[in-house]
């Protein structure tokens, strides 16, 4: 049997791309403020850790207008979901086995 360790996906490492997948999974769509807010970071350090989701192809990106404000919104693609759920049943996986 494979160690579920095996199994996590190092692109879910961090605790802000973490975040940002939980959040995604959940809703439809997530705008880039909403997110910011939801996870408590600066705009910079969001936008770098969803440029490393996008090319990863778990984060697809929709900019587009609202009036005359620019309006970004992020949706979780089929990869990224089936990636992410994996990763969970992983860490589920493991601590099940620490039991």
Known sequence: MKNPIENLNKIFDSRIRLGIMSALVVNEEVGFNALKELIGVTDGNLASHLKTLEDSGFVK????????????????TKAGEKAFQQHIDALEQMIKGMK
Request: aromatic share 12%.
């Open 61 to 76: 990106v929709q900019k587009g207008f609202i009036g005359r404000k620019t309006n970004t919104t992020y949706q979780v």
